[in-house]
Protein backbone atom coordinates (compact mmCIF):
# COMPACT_ATOMS: atom_id res chain seq x y z
CA UNK A 1 0.00 0.00 0.00
CA UNK A 2 1.36 3.66 -1.15
CA UNK A 3 2.11 5.87 1.75
CA UNK A 4 0.13 8.40 0.42
CA UNK A 5 -3.24 6.14 1.15
CA UNK A 6 -2.66 6.25 5.12
CA UNK A 7 -2.48 10.09 4.60
CA UNK A 8 -6.48 11.55 4.87
CA UNK A 9 -5.21 14.92 4.16
CA UNK A 10 -4.00 13.44 0.41
CA UNK A 11 -7.80 12.86 -0.33
CA UNK A 12 -8.66 15.83 -2.58
CA UNK A 13 -12.63 16.81 -2.95
CA UNK A 14 -13.91 18.22 -5.86
CA UNK A 15 -16.66 19.42 -6.95
CA UNK A 16 -17.83 18.23 -10.91
CA UNK A 17 -21.25 19.14 -13.07
CA UNK A 18 -22.73 16.40 -13.98
CA UNK A 19 -21.26 16.46 -17.62
CA UNK A 20 -17.73 16.05 -15.86
CA UNK A 21 -18.78 12.75 -13.64
CA UNK A 22 -19.61 11.14 -17.02
CA UNK A 23 -16.08 11.83 -18.56
CA UNK A 24 -14.64 10.84 -15.18
CA UNK A 25 -16.96 7.51 -15.39
CA UNK A 26 -15.94 7.02 -18.52
CA UNK A 27 -11.45 7.84 -18.23
CA UNK A 28 -12.23 5.13 -15.22
CA UNK A 29 -10.90 1.48 -16.64
CA UNK A 30 -12.91 -0.07 -13.67
CA UNK A 31 -16.26 1.32 -12.25
CA UNK A 32 -18.32 -0.25 -9.48
CA UNK A 33 -22.08 1.55 -9.43
CA UNK A 34 -25.10 0.98 -7.59
CA UNK A 35 -27.84 -0.71 -9.67
CA UNK A 36 -29.93 2.27 -8.79
CA UNK A 37 -27.83 4.61 -9.65
CA UNK A 38 -26.94 2.91 -12.97
CA UNK A 39 -30.62 2.81 -13.80
CA UNK A 40 -31.60 6.13 -12.86
CA UNK A 41 -28.28 7.57 -15.01
CA UNK A 42 -27.55 5.26 -17.49
CA UNK A 43 -26.08 7.98 -19.77
CA UNK A 44 -23.22 8.33 -17.53
CA UNK A 45 -21.99 4.64 -18.31
CA UNK A 46 -22.18 4.18 -21.66
CA UNK A 47 -18.79 2.36 -21.60
CA UNK A 48 -19.03 -0.68 -20.36
CA UNK A 49 -16.88 -0.47 -17.67
CA UNK A 50 -18.93 -1.53 -15.10
CA UNK A 51 -19.66 -3.87 -12.82
CA UNK A 52 -23.03 -3.65 -11.09
CA UNK A 53 -23.67 -4.28 -6.86
CA UNK A 54 -27.10 -5.00 -5.71
CA UNK A 55 -27.19 -3.54 -2.09
CA UNK A 56 -25.72 -4.59 1.22
CA UNK A 57 -26.37 -8.67 0.19
CA UNK A 58 -23.43 -8.52 -2.50
CA UNK A 59 -21.30 -6.46 0.27
CA UNK A 60 -19.59 -9.90 1.07
CA UNK A 61 -16.22 -12.04 -0.19
CA UNK A 62 -17.78 -13.33 -3.52
CA UNK A 63 -19.00 -10.29 -5.08
CA UNK A 64 -15.41 -8.74 -3.79
CA UNK A 65 -13.38 -11.40 -5.42
CA UNK A 66 -15.59 -10.91 -8.59
CA UNK A 67 -14.11 -7.43 -8.74
CA UNK A 68 -10.79 -8.60 -8.06
CA UNK A 69 -10.74 -10.97 -11.00
CA UNK A 70 -11.96 -8.13 -13.18
CA UNK A 71 -9.24 -6.01 -12.08
CA UNK A 72 -7.12 -8.98 -13.36
CA UNK A 73 -8.15 -9.57 -16.56
CA UNK A 74 -8.26 -5.66 -17.09
CA UNK A 75 -4.81 -5.67 -16.28
CA UNK A 76 -5.18 -2.73 -14.16
CA UNK A 77 -1.78 -1.97 -12.07
CA UNK A 78 -1.15 0.56 -9.11
CA UNK A 79 -1.52 4.02 -11.18
CA UNK A 80 -4.63 3.11 -12.21
CA UNK A 81 -7.98 4.10 -10.62
CA UNK A 82 -10.84 2.15 -9.59
CA UNK A 83 -14.22 4.46 -9.30
CA UNK A 84 -16.72 3.63 -6.74
CA UNK A 85 -20.35 5.35 -7.64
CA UNK A 86 -23.26 4.63 -5.00
CA UNK A 87 -23.57 4.96 -1.55
CA UNK A 88 -21.75 3.23 1.26
CA UNK A 89 -22.48 -0.41 -0.07
CA UNK A 90 -20.64 0.75 -3.32
CA UNK A 91 -17.10 2.52 -1.63
CA UNK A 92 -16.92 0.10 1.05
CA UNK A 93 -16.44 -2.92 -1.24
CA UNK A 94 -14.58 -0.61 -4.03
CA UNK A 95 -12.56 1.03 -1.63
CA UNK A 96 -11.91 -2.65 0.04
CA UNK A 97 -11.19 -4.32 -3.62
CA UNK A 98 -8.33 -1.12 -4.22
CA UNK A 99 -6.65 -1.66 -1.46
CA UNK A 100 -5.66 -4.95 -1.70
CA UNK A 101 -5.27 -5.23 -5.42
CA UNK A 102 -1.13 -5.19 -6.33
CA UNK A 103 -1.58 -4.01 -2.09
CA UNK A 104 -3.36 -0.86 -3.68
CA UNK A 105 -4.27 1.03 -6.43
CA UNK A 106 -5.80 4.30 -6.91
CA UNK A 107 -9.24 5.17 -5.57
CA UNK A 108 -11.77 7.26 -6.15
CA UNK A 109 -15.74 7.75 -4.90
CA UNK A 110 -18.62 9.44 -6.37
CA UNK A 111 -20.72 9.10 -3.34
CA UNK A 112 -24.28 9.60 -4.27
CA UNK A 113 -26.70 9.21 -1.02
CA UNK A 114 -26.93 11.44 1.84
CA UNK A 115 -24.96 9.30 3.97
CA UNK A 116 -22.32 8.48 1.62
CA UNK A 117 -21.60 12.14 1.27
CA UNK A 118 -21.76 12.94 4.86
CA UNK A 119 -19.99 9.93 6.11
CA UNK A 120 -19.52 6.58 4.34
CA UNK A 121 -16.89 8.11 1.51
CA UNK A 122 -15.00 10.18 4.20
CA UNK A 123 -12.61 8.68 6.72
CA UNK A 124 -10.60 5.93 4.77
CA UNK A 125 -12.77 2.44 5.98
CA UNK A 126 -13.43 0.36 3.91
CA UNK A 127 -15.06 -3.29 4.16
CA UNK A 128 -17.31 -6.39 3.27
CA UNK A 129 -19.73 -8.33 5.46
CA UNK A 130 -18.49 -11.81 6.48
CA UNK A 131 -20.45 -14.55 8.36
CA UNK A 132 -23.31 -12.07 9.21
CA UNK A 133 -21.17 -10.21 10.86
CA UNK A 134 -21.73 -6.38 9.63
CA UNK A 135 -18.04 -4.57 8.59
CA UNK A 136 -15.87 -7.75 9.70
CA UNK A 137 -13.50 -7.59 7.07
CA UNK A 138 -12.00 -4.37 5.71
CA UNK A 139 -8.91 -1.68 5.98
CA UNK A 140 -8.47 1.56 6.44
CA UNK A 141 -7.64 2.90 2.59
CA UNK A 142 -8.04 6.49 2.40
CA UNK A 143 -9.36 7.74 -1.44
CA UNK A 144 -6.82 9.76 -3.93
CA UNK A 145 -10.47 11.61 -4.88
CA UNK A 146 -14.05 12.34 -3.81
CA UNK A 147 -16.35 14.01 -6.40
CA UNK A 148 -19.57 15.48 -4.67
CA UNK A 149 -22.89 16.36 -6.95
CA UNK A 150 -25.62 17.26 -4.79
CA UNK A 151 -27.84 15.86 -8.24
CA UNK A 152 -28.23 12.61 -7.42
CA UNK A 153 -29.47 13.15 -4.01
CA UNK A 154 -32.81 14.42 -6.07
CA UNK A 155 -33.70 11.18 -7.31
CA UNK A 156 -33.70 9.83 -3.86
CA UNK A 157 -36.97 9.23 -2.05
CA UNK A 158 -38.29 11.20 0.78
CA UNK A 159 -37.37 7.91 3.53
CA UNK A 160 -34.31 7.45 2.10
CA UNK A 161 -33.78 11.61 2.29
CA UNK A 162 -35.00 11.18 6.06
CA UNK A 163 -33.02 8.08 6.98
CA UNK A 164 -29.89 9.78 5.54
CA UNK A 165 -29.57 12.45 8.12
CA UNK A 166 -28.98 9.73 10.60
CA UNK A 167 -25.08 10.41 10.66
CA UNK A 168 -24.69 14.28 10.08
CA UNK A 169 -27.17 14.27 13.47
CA UNK A 170 -24.38 12.02 15.06
CA UNK A 171 -21.83 14.32 14.19
CA UNK A 172 -24.39 17.29 15.63
CA UNK A 173 -24.54 15.49 18.67
CA UNK A 174 -20.74 14.81 18.77
CA UNK A 175 -19.66 17.90 17.96
CA UNK A 176 -21.63 20.09 20.43
CA UNK A 177 -24.19 22.62 21.02
CA UNK A 178 -23.64 25.04 18.04
CA UNK A 179 -23.97 22.58 15.17
CA UNK A 180 -26.47 20.43 16.90
CA UNK A 181 -28.38 23.89 17.60
CA UNK A 182 -28.35 24.53 13.85
CA UNK A 183 -29.47 21.14 12.41
CA UNK A 184 -32.24 20.97 14.74
CA UNK A 185 -33.34 24.23 13.84
CA UNK A 186 -32.74 22.94 10.00
CA UNK A 187 -34.58 20.09 10.44
CA UNK A 188 -38.10 21.68 12.09
CA UNK A 189 -37.53 24.59 9.29
CA UNK A 190 -39.79 24.62 6.25
CA UNK A 191 -36.82 24.06 4.12
CA UNK A 192 -36.84 20.75 5.63
CA UNK A 193 -39.98 20.39 5.00
CA UNK A 194 -40.44 20.93 1.30
CA UNK A 195 -37.17 18.21 0.84
CA UNK A 196 -38.82 15.94 2.39
CA UNK A 197 -42.59 16.40 0.85
CA UNK A 198 -40.82 16.71 -2.41
CA UNK A 199 -41.52 20.34 -2.61
CA UNK A 200 -37.70 21.35 -3.18
CA UNK A 201 -34.99 19.51 -4.12
CA UNK A 202 -31.98 19.13 -1.81
CA UNK A 203 -29.25 20.33 -4.50
CA UNK A 204 -31.46 23.34 -4.59
CA UNK A 205 -31.59 24.13 -1.00
CA UNK A 206 -28.38 25.74 0.20
CA UNK A 207 -29.51 25.00 4.03
CA UNK A 208 -28.92 21.49 3.53
CA UNK A 209 -25.76 22.00 1.08
CA UNK A 210 -24.61 23.57 4.44
CA UNK A 211 -25.57 21.02 6.62
CA UNK A 212 -24.02 18.75 4.41
CA UNK A 213 -20.87 20.37 4.55
CA UNK A 214 -20.35 20.99 8.19
CA UNK A 215 -20.88 16.98 8.64
CA UNK A 216 -18.63 16.01 6.51
CA UNK A 217 -16.41 18.15 7.48
CA UNK A 218 -16.20 17.50 11.36
CA UNK A 219 -15.61 13.93 10.30
CA UNK A 220 -12.39 15.31 8.28
CA UNK A 221 -11.28 16.91 11.23
CA UNK A 222 -11.63 14.10 14.01
CA UNK A 223 -10.08 11.27 11.37
CA UNK A 224 -7.28 13.84 10.57
CA UNK A 225 -6.20 13.85 14.38
CA UNK A 226 -6.34 10.09 14.57
CA UNK A 227 -6.96 8.28 11.02
CA UNK A 228 -6.79 4.77 12.31
CA UNK A 229 -9.01 5.09 15.34
CA UNK A 230 -6.80 4.45 17.87
CA UNK A 231 -8.04 7.27 20.51
CA UNK A 232 -10.65 9.77 20.17
CA UNK A 233 -11.96 8.68 16.04
CA UNK A 234 -13.48 5.89 18.57
CA UNK A 235 -16.37 8.58 18.92
CA UNK A 236 -17.87 8.24 15.73
CA UNK A 237 -18.63 4.48 16.33
CA UNK A 238 -21.50 6.09 18.61
CA UNK A 239 -24.83 4.56 17.42
CA UNK A 240 -23.07 1.65 15.75
CA UNK A 241 -22.16 -0.84 17.99
CA UNK A 242 -26.03 -1.65 18.88
CA UNK A 243 -26.44 -0.31 14.74
CA UNK A 244 -24.90 -3.02 13.33
CA UNK A 245 -26.31 -5.55 15.98
CA UNK A 246 -30.04 -4.37 14.76
CA UNK A 247 -28.61 -4.61 11.33
CA UNK A 248 -27.46 -8.12 11.39
CA UNK A 249 -30.10 -9.23 13.34
CA UNK A 250 -32.55 -8.44 10.67
CA UNK A 251 -30.48 -10.06 7.96
CA UNK A 252 -29.28 -6.96 6.76
CA UNK A 253 -33.27 -6.12 5.94
CA UNK A 254 -32.93 -3.14 7.82
CA UNK A 255 -31.74 0.02 6.41
CA UNK A 256 -28.45 1.26 7.91
CA UNK A 257 -29.09 4.19 9.07
CA UNK A 258 -32.99 3.19 10.42
CA UNK A 259 -30.41 1.03 12.64
CA UNK A 260 -28.27 3.38 13.40
CA UNK A 261 -30.71 6.07 14.89
CA UNK A 262 -32.02 3.87 16.55
CA UNK A 263 -28.45 2.39 18.14
CA UNK A 264 -27.77 6.46 18.78
CA UNK A 265 -30.66 6.33 20.95
CA UNK A 266 -30.16 3.86 23.13
CA UNK A 267 -26.88 3.55 23.41
CA UNK A 268 -27.09 7.64 24.57
CA UNK A 269 -29.86 6.04 27.02
CA UNK A 270 -26.51 3.23 28.11
CA UNK A 271 -24.16 6.09 29.06
CA UNK A 272 -26.89 8.24 30.64
CA UNK A 273 -26.84 5.40 33.11
CA UNK A 274 -23.26 4.97 33.07
CA UNK A 275 -22.68 8.24 33.51
CA UNK A 276 -25.13 9.63 35.84
CA UNK A 277 -26.09 11.89 33.67
CA UNK A 278 -29.30 13.71 31.55
CA UNK A 279 -28.77 13.55 27.88
CA UNK A 280 -32.49 14.36 27.48
CA UNK A 281 -31.16 17.20 25.03
CA UNK A 282 -30.21 15.21 22.72
CA UNK A 283 -32.24 12.45 23.52
CA UNK A 284 -35.56 14.03 22.91
CA UNK A 285 -34.59 15.94 19.64
CA UNK A 286 -33.93 12.75 18.22
CA UNK A 287 -37.16 11.04 18.66
CA UNK A 288 -38.69 14.02 16.89
CA UNK A 289 -35.63 13.70 14.46
CA UNK A 290 -36.25 10.27 13.19
CA UNK A 291 -39.27 9.35 11.49
CA UNK A 292 -38.97 6.08 10.88
CA UNK A 293 -38.03 4.42 14.24
CA UNK A 294 -39.15 0.44 14.32
CA UNK A 295 -39.37 -0.93 17.51
CA UNK A 296 -36.54 -3.40 18.65
CA UNK A 297 -36.31 -7.00 19.91
CA UNK A 298 -35.73 -8.13 23.24
CA UNK A 299 -34.00 -10.91 21.89
CA UNK A 300 -31.12 -12.58 23.03
CA UNK A 301 -29.26 -13.07 19.92
CA UNK A 302 -29.23 -8.88 19.71
CA UNK A 303 -27.01 -8.85 22.40
CA UNK A 304 -25.12 -12.24 21.26
CA UNK A 305 -24.55 -10.03 18.07
CA UNK A 306 -22.87 -7.24 19.90
CA UNK A 307 -20.66 -9.25 21.89
CA UNK A 308 -19.30 -10.57 18.06
CA UNK A 309 -18.95 -6.44 17.24
CA UNK A 310 -14.93 -5.83 16.12
CA UNK A 311 -15.37 -3.46 18.77
CA UNK A 312 -16.08 -5.41 21.41
CA UNK A 313 -13.11 -6.38 24.06
CA UNK A 314 -12.58 -9.11 26.40
CA UNK A 315 -15.62 -10.25 25.56
CA UNK A 316 -17.39 -7.29 26.66
CA UNK A 317 -19.64 -4.87 24.78
CA UNK A 318 -18.17 -1.27 24.13
CA UNK A 319 -19.91 1.89 23.91
CA UNK A 320 -18.39 4.67 22.42
CA UNK A 321 -17.65 7.88 24.53
CA UNK A 322 -17.97 11.57 23.28
CA UNK A 323 -16.25 14.50 24.78
CA UNK A 324 -19.63 15.27 26.44
CA UNK A 325 -19.20 12.61 29.21
CA UNK A 326 -16.06 13.57 30.70
CA UNK A 327 -14.77 10.01 30.70
CA UNK A 328 -11.11 9.63 30.89
CA UNK A 329 -11.69 6.86 27.99
CA UNK A 330 -13.05 6.50 24.39
CA UNK A 331 -15.20 3.98 25.24
CA UNK A 332 -16.95 2.26 27.86
CA UNK A 333 -18.28 -1.35 28.61
CA UNK A 334 -21.95 -2.04 29.08
CA UNK A 335 -23.20 -5.28 30.83
CA UNK A 336 -26.17 -7.38 29.17
CA UNK A 337 -28.58 -5.82 31.90
CA UNK A 338 -27.85 -2.33 31.09
CA UNK A 339 -28.00 -3.43 27.49
CA UNK A 340 -31.82 -4.46 27.65
CA UNK A 341 -32.94 -2.20 30.17
CA UNK A 342 -31.62 0.36 27.75
CA UNK A 343 -33.59 -1.32 25.31
CA UNK A 344 -37.04 -1.37 27.27
CA UNK A 345 -36.68 2.36 27.44
CA UNK A 346 -36.34 2.99 23.87
CA UNK A 347 -39.10 0.83 22.92
CA UNK A 348 -41.73 2.98 25.98
CA UNK A 349 -40.43 6.24 24.66
CA UNK A 350 -40.80 5.08 20.72
CA UNK A 351 -44.69 3.87 21.67
CA UNK A 352 -45.31 6.82 23.83
CA UNK A 353 -43.85 8.92 21.14
CA UNK A 354 -46.20 7.33 18.53
CA UNK A 355 -49.43 7.41 20.56
Known amino acids: MSKKNHNPQNTVIEFPNMNEISIICEAAPLVIVDHNVFRLYPEIFHKNNHLIIHGEKEKDSSRLFSILKRLSELGLNRNDVLLSVGGGVTTDIGGFAASIFHRGIKSAYIPTTVTAITDASQGGKTAINNSG ?42 SGSVFFTKLENFIFSKEWSDITTGNLLPSESAGFNEIAVDSYTYKQEIVAIDP ?27 PHSRAVASGLIIELFILEKIFSADYSHFTEPLFKFFKNLNSVSLDNLLYEIALKDKKAVNKKIMISCPSFTDSANYTVECDKELFFDSVVRYNKKLKTKNI
Open 133 to 174: IKNVCGSYYFPDSIYINFNFLDTLSSSEIEDGITETVKHAVL
Open 228 to 254: FENGIRKILNLGHTVGHALETQSEMKL
